[in-house]
C-alpha cells in the first residue's frame, strides 16, 4: 500500500468520509483501541459508502435481491494508536472492478485532531449468490457502487508507474 500523502493527507482523491468516534468498550486490556475494532470500523465505513452511494437499494434489501459481496483477503497495517474519546475520519475507495465479480476496497483512518493515519487496509471482494454462497455475477446496483471514479483511476495509474513523491 502506498504511504505518500498528496490528496489532502489522503492516500488518494475523493474518499467519503465517516466519522468514528471510539468508546471505553472499544479499547482492550492494552489501554488503546483493539485492532479487531478497525475492521468492524472498516465495515461500518463500506456500509456507510454503500448508503450514500445506492440510497435507493437499503442493505435491508440485500437477501432481496440475492447478491453480494464477499471479502476474500485482507491487508491491514496497523500505525498508531486510538483510545476512548478519539475521533477518526475514516476513508473509503474502490480501486479495483472488473464490474462482474471481483472487487477491492481501500481504507485509511486518521486521528481527526491532527491527521496522523492510524490504519490502512486493502480488502478483495467477490461477488456471491446469498441462497447458494457461490460466485455470481455482480447485480446492477453492486456494479453501480463497485466503480473506480476516474480521478481515483487516474491516480492509480500515476502510483502504479511510481510517480508519487
Not at 37 to 46: C, G, N, S
Not at 51 to 76: K, L, N, Q, W
Not at 92 to 103: E, P, Q
Request: aromatic residues 10%; negative net charge; hydrophobic residues 40%.
Amino acid at each position: 500500500m502506498n504511504k505518500a500523502k498528496t490528496f489532502d493527507g489522503w492516500d488518494l482523491p475523493s474518499p467519503y468520509l465517516h466519522r468514528i468516534v471510539a468508546n471505553e468498550a472499544d479499547e482492550d486490556e492494552f489501554g488503546h483501541v483493539n485492532n479487531a475494532r478497525y475492521l468492524t470500523w472498516a465495515d461500518e465505513t463500506a456500509w456507510a459508502h454503500w448508503d450514500h452511494d445506492i440510497p435507493e437499494h437499503p442493505r435491508t434489501e440485500f437477501v432481496r435481491y440475492e447478491h453480494g459481496m464477499a471479502i476474500v483477503r485482507s491487508e491491514c497495517d496497523y500505525l498508531g494508536h486510538a483510545h476512548a474519546g478519539d475521533a477518526l475520519d475514516c476513508a473509503v475507495w474502490i480501486t479495483k472492478s472488473d464490474g462482474r465479480l471481483r472487487a477491492e476496497r481501500r481504507f485509511q483512518f486518521r486521528r481527526a485532531d491532527n491527521g496522523q493515519t492510524v490504519f490502512r487496509a486493502r480488502m478483495d471482494l467477490v461477488c456471491f449468490k446469498l441462497r447458494t454462497g457461490r460466485p455470481a455475477r455482480m447485480s446492477p446496483a453492486l456494479v453501480k457502487h463497485y466503480r473506480v471514479l476516474p480521478d481515483i483511476e487516474a491516480a492509480l495509474m500515476t502510483e502504479s508507474l511510481g510517480g508519487r513523491d
